[in-house]
């Protein structure tokens, strides 16, 4: 059952014909790179695969940072059947199939891991069906996954797997990978590595962005251009790395932590980092509508009155998006995230509606005041709607000493309004408002 068997691993993975991430996966912890927050010496993870005591668990991370790799190196240093899905390829079937035979070598005293590739592929039923093998300890799950689990994880087998987070690998990892490359002469691309020099190495691993598997597919495409055994140039890497897509799912994890982090980078007040994030999204094809929809979001909750102009902005710029179209439209989006980046900031009116909110859900609905009432029939009139009501329209500086909140509720104060922008004379002019109509409601009191 095992799918790795150590003899044929290596006969395998030293073929040419193999691409060169294929080649280079480690094959024992001390070849892996990366991840040292799990797998350094002393730490947690490591230490179950040591002592060959393992529970199910989850490897949760971005693209080619070693979940598969890691959990092929556990498979060859542990006394475990190994055997493993693809959540694309995968019928539910051929899971009970396997699933039967792992119990079949519990009773014979071996252990099996199930190592499962893009677990959140696979839908409830598929990963129903894993649950009892994994509570009686027939199997040893090893789930790999690009998406938050979360969300794409059912609770029940979540609950029984620890979920490891990996990193992306930085900019010296992913050097020493490809220098590791460069140098074996077994699975590698050993006689090429006075022939690229280290600048060309650092900027494959900037263009990888983290992934080894992209620094790697980079190196091999360099080395095959190099012709008649000539050292690399900058012209033959800029052939082979043209131009990539960001990381980016629309539907996944990574599309909430760009718009995530371009609402965080204006509510900071940096368009720097704002203009990378929305060029990110821009450049992995993103709905424009859906980033104006979220800047005009961001207009309300995070500038608010400090600057009401920024709600008129950004929906200007959706409008004038609209009209012209992609790319030039793109303009108009990146000078409203700029603008609401400098523009003062305020969420008073924000946490207003927050606190007026949780106060109704609490349970805070006392009737409305008869003052305040409609009364459009004479039977409501008599009933005393809208008696004793007060037009402001017809007081001196437009002001009255009406009670307008409901009774038990009086002076209730939601919205705080900050030294910002606009804001501050807002908020000087509320104060006015507020002593005037504290005198005209104790002048009513007096001659009544």
Not at 223 to 249: K, N, T
Request: glycine share 6%; proline share 5%.
């Amino acid at each position: 059952m095992r799918l790795f068997p150590d003899d044929a691993s290596k006969a395998d993975t030293a073929s040419v014909r193999r691409p060169l991430p294929e080649r280079m996966r480690p094959r024992s912890l001390d070849e892996f790179e990366g991840q040292q927050h799990l797998v350094g010496l002393g730490k947690p993870l490591r230490l179950q695969i040591e002592r060959d005591d393992l529970a199910s668990m989850i490897f949760w991370g971005p693209p080619g940072v070693g979940k598969t790799s890691l959990a092929r190196v556990i498979a060859s240093e542990t006394l475990c059947e190994f055997v493993a899905f693809s959540g694309v390829m995968s019928s539910i079937r051929q899971v009970k199939a396997v699933l039967a035979d792992a119990e079949r070598l519990r009773g014979a005293g071996l252990r099996t891991i199930v190592f499962v590739d893009e677990i959140h592929r696979f839908n409830k039923a598929q990963q129903d069906a894993f649950l009892p093998y994994v509570e009686r300890g027939d199997i040893i799950l090893i789930g790999a996954t690009t998406e938050n689990p979360s969300f794409e994880v059912i609770s029940a087998l979540l609950s029984r797997a620890k979920v490891y987070t990996l990193e992306a690998l930085t900019r010296k990892q992913l050097v020493r990978l490809q220098e590791a490359a460069l140098q074996d002469s077994e699975r590698g691309l050993a006689g090429k590595s006075d022939l690229v020099p280290r600048p060309l190495l650092e900027r494959i691993a900037t263009y990888a962005g983290g992934d080894a598997r992209t620094a790697l597919l980079a190196l091999e495409a360099l080395v095959r251009l190099m012709e008649g055994g000539g050292p690399a140039s900058d012209e033959l890497l800029q052939d082979v790395l043209q131009r990539r897509l960001p990381r980016y799912d629309k539907a996944g994890e990574e599309h909430f932590n760009l718009v995530s982090a371009l609402h965080k980078s204006v509510r900071s007040s940096d368009p720097d980092a704002a203009l990378h994030w929305l060029a990110r999204m821009l450049e992995a094809g993103e709905d424009r509508l859906y980033i104006g929809r979220r800047l005009v979001r961001m207009a309300a909750e995070d500038i608010g009155l400090a600057d009401p102009r920024a709600v008129q902005m950004a929906m200007a710029a959706v409008d004038a998006f609209r009209l012209v179209g992609e790319p030039e439209g793109d303009l108009f989006l990146a000078e409203v995230a700029v603008y609401l980046a400098v523009t003062p900031k305020s969420d008073a009116v924000y946490s207003a509606l927050e606190s007026a909110r949780r106060e109704v859900r609490a349970g805070a609905d006392p009737p409305v005041p008869l003052h305040l009432r409609n009364a459009p029939t004479r039977l409501m009139k008599d009933l005393g709607y809208a008696a004793d009501y007060q037009h402001a329209h017809e007081a001196e500086d437009r002001l009255v000493g009406m009670e307008c909140m409901p009774d038990g509720m009086e002076g209730r104060r939601y919205y705080l309004p900050t030294r910002n922008g606009i804001e501050e004379r807002i908020a000087k002019r509320l104060t006015l408002i507020r002593k005037q109509r504290d005198a005209l409601r104790r002048e009513g009191e007096t001659r009544t």
